[in-house]
Protein backbone atom coordinates (compact mmCIF):
# COMPACT_ATOMS: atom_id res chain seq x y z
CA UNK A 1 0.00 0.00 0.00
CA UNK A 2 3.09 2.33 -0.60
CA UNK A 3 2.73 5.68 -1.78
CA UNK A 4 3.88 6.70 -5.40
CA UNK A 5 3.34 2.96 -6.14
CA UNK A 6 0.72 2.52 -9.68
CA UNK A 7 -1.45 -0.42 -8.53
CA UNK A 8 -1.50 0.39 -5.13
CA UNK A 9 -2.59 3.88 -6.03
CA UNK A 10 -4.85 2.78 -8.35
CA UNK A 11 -6.97 0.77 -5.84
CA UNK A 12 -6.32 3.31 -3.10
CA UNK A 13 -8.31 5.49 -5.94
CA UNK A 14 -10.94 3.28 -6.59
CA UNK A 15 -11.14 2.63 -2.99
CA UNK A 16 -12.07 6.40 -2.58
CA UNK A 17 -13.84 6.93 -5.38
CA UNK A 18 -11.26 9.45 -6.46
CA UNK A 19 -10.09 10.26 -10.32
CA UNK A 20 -6.44 9.00 -11.09
CA UNK A 21 -4.20 11.44 -13.41
CA UNK A 22 -2.34 9.76 -15.53
CA UNK A 23 0.86 11.49 -17.14
CA UNK A 24 1.93 9.15 -19.73
CA UNK A 25 -0.99 6.77 -20.56
CA UNK A 26 1.10 5.36 -23.61
CA UNK A 27 4.49 5.07 -21.60
CA UNK A 28 5.38 1.48 -21.57
CA UNK A 29 6.94 0.47 -18.89
CA UNK A 30 7.98 -2.99 -16.92
CA UNK A 31 5.58 -4.74 -14.25
CA UNK A 32 5.85 -7.87 -12.40
CA UNK A 33 4.77 -9.61 -8.96
CA UNK A 34 6.86 -8.83 -6.13
CA UNK A 35 7.48 -12.58 -5.86
CA UNK A 36 9.53 -12.23 -8.76
CA UNK A 37 12.48 -10.50 -7.79
CA UNK A 38 12.11 -12.22 -4.51
CA UNK A 39 12.36 -15.79 -6.09
CA UNK A 40 15.87 -14.27 -7.56
CA UNK A 41 16.79 -13.31 -4.52
CA UNK A 42 16.10 -16.44 -3.15
CA UNK A 43 17.93 -18.32 -6.08
CA UNK A 44 21.00 -15.78 -5.23
CA UNK A 45 21.32 -16.24 -1.37
CA UNK A 46 21.42 -19.96 -2.16
CA UNK A 47 23.99 -20.01 -4.32
CA UNK A 48 26.13 -17.27 -2.30
CA UNK A 49 26.38 -19.96 0.22
CA UNK A 50 29.50 -21.63 -1.80
CA UNK A 51 31.39 -20.20 -3.16
CA UNK A 52 30.21 -16.82 -2.96
CA UNK A 53 32.84 -14.65 -5.12
CA UNK A 54 31.36 -16.35 -8.33
CA UNK A 55 28.17 -14.75 -7.45
CA UNK A 56 29.18 -11.63 -5.62
CA UNK A 57 28.12 -8.86 -8.02
CA UNK A 58 25.11 -7.01 -8.99
CA UNK A 59 21.66 -8.56 -10.58
CA UNK A 60 18.40 -7.62 -12.08
CA UNK A 61 15.47 -9.65 -11.54
CA UNK A 62 12.64 -8.60 -13.73
CA UNK A 63 9.89 -9.49 -15.99
CA UNK A 64 10.06 -11.05 -19.38
CA UNK A 65 10.45 -8.47 -21.97
CA UNK A 66 7.09 -9.78 -23.79
CA UNK A 67 5.28 -8.36 -20.18
CA UNK A 68 6.38 -4.76 -20.26
CA UNK A 69 2.66 -2.73 -21.15
CA UNK A 70 1.31 0.58 -21.45
CA UNK A 71 0.59 2.14 -18.38
CA UNK A 72 -3.35 2.44 -20.13
CA UNK A 73 -3.14 -1.18 -19.99
CA UNK A 74 -2.31 -1.81 -16.73
CA UNK A 75 -5.75 0.14 -15.64
CA UNK A 76 -7.69 -1.50 -17.88
CA UNK A 77 -6.80 -4.70 -16.63
CA UNK A 78 -6.93 -3.76 -12.82
CA UNK A 79 -10.92 -2.56 -14.22
CA UNK A 80 -11.05 -6.04 -15.55
CA UNK A 81 -9.75 -7.84 -12.50
CA UNK A 82 -11.62 -5.59 -9.78
CA UNK A 83 -15.29 -5.30 -8.56
CA UNK A 84 -15.44 -1.14 -8.76
CA UNK A 85 -13.15 0.32 -11.21
CA UNK A 86 -10.34 3.50 -11.26
CA UNK A 87 -11.34 6.25 -12.74
CA UNK A 88 -8.73 7.82 -14.94
CA UNK A 89 -7.74 11.19 -16.70
CA UNK A 90 -5.05 12.07 -18.61
CA UNK A 91 -2.61 14.97 -17.27
CA UNK A 92 -3.14 18.21 -19.94
CA UNK A 93 -0.35 20.05 -18.23
CA UNK A 94 2.78 20.64 -20.17
CA UNK A 95 4.90 17.22 -19.11
CA UNK A 96 8.51 17.24 -18.35
CA UNK A 97 10.67 14.49 -20.54
CA UNK A 98 9.88 11.07 -19.05
CA UNK A 99 11.48 8.06 -21.28
CA UNK A 100 8.62 6.35 -23.35
CA UNK A 101 10.01 3.13 -22.41
CA UNK A 102 11.78 1.34 -19.60
CA UNK A 103 13.10 -2.08 -19.64
CA UNK A 104 15.64 -4.30 -17.30
CA UNK A 105 17.86 -6.68 -18.69
CA UNK A 106 17.33 -10.09 -16.79
CA UNK A 107 19.93 -12.03 -19.03
CA UNK A 108 22.76 -12.49 -17.00
CA UNK A 109 20.15 -13.88 -14.25
CA UNK A 110 18.54 -16.20 -16.68
CA UNK A 111 22.55 -17.40 -17.98
CA UNK A 112 24.07 -17.70 -14.84
CA UNK A 113 21.69 -18.67 -12.03
CA UNK A 114 19.02 -20.40 -14.25
CA UNK A 115 16.29 -17.53 -12.84
CA UNK A 116 13.44 -16.64 -15.13
CA UNK A 117 9.81 -14.82 -14.01
CA UNK A 118 7.52 -17.38 -13.96
CA UNK A 119 4.62 -15.36 -14.07
CA UNK A 120 2.72 -13.12 -16.98
CA UNK A 121 1.83 -9.63 -16.10
CA UNK A 122 -1.66 -10.49 -16.44
CA UNK A 123 -1.47 -13.20 -13.60
CA UNK A 124 0.44 -10.98 -11.58
CA UNK A 125 -2.72 -8.51 -11.86
CA UNK A 126 -5.09 -10.55 -11.03
CA UNK A 127 -3.14 -12.24 -7.83
CA UNK A 128 -2.38 -8.75 -6.89
CA UNK A 129 -6.58 -7.39 -7.26
CA UNK A 130 -7.21 -10.76 -5.51
CA UNK A 131 -4.82 -10.29 -2.77
CA UNK A 132 -6.41 -6.12 -2.17
CA UNK A 133 -9.77 -7.47 -2.34
CA UNK A 134 -8.97 -9.48 0.30
CA UNK A 135 -7.60 -7.34 2.35
CA UNK A 136 -9.95 -4.41 1.50
CA UNK A 137 -12.92 -6.70 2.73
CA UNK A 138 -11.75 -8.00 5.51
CA UNK A 139 -10.46 -11.71 4.35
CA UNK A 140 -7.47 -12.90 5.34
CA UNK A 141 -4.70 -11.41 3.60
CA UNK A 142 -2.20 -13.58 5.16
CA UNK A 143 -4.22 -16.51 4.10
CA UNK A 144 -4.12 -15.10 0.32
CA UNK A 145 -0.23 -14.25 0.62
CA UNK A 146 -0.19 -17.45 1.20
CA UNK A 147 -2.05 -18.86 -1.52
CA UNK A 148 -0.03 -16.84 -3.97
CA UNK A 149 3.36 -18.25 -2.60
CA UNK A 150 2.06 -21.71 -3.34
CA UNK A 151 0.87 -20.98 -6.97
CA UNK A 152 3.98 -18.90 -7.69
CA UNK A 153 5.74 -22.17 -6.25
CA UNK A 154 3.78 -24.13 -8.52
CA UNK A 155 3.61 -22.22 -11.65
CA UNK A 156 5.80 -23.91 -14.43
CA UNK A 157 8.85 -21.82 -15.88
CA UNK A 158 7.71 -20.39 -19.30
CA UNK A 159 4.67 -19.14 -18.16
Not at 70 to 95: G, L
Not at 134 to 151: F, K
Request: hydrophobic fraction near 35%.
Amino acid sequence: MAKDRFVPDLVNAMRRYLVVTIRYPDAVRLWQHVLEPLSGYMLLAERLWRPPHQYSDSWNFGPSPQDCRRVRWIIEKVNEFSTEKVSWTVDPAIKLHEAGLLTLDSTKARTELGWQSRWSVETALRSAIDWYNDYGCRGDARRSVIRDIDNYETTPLNH
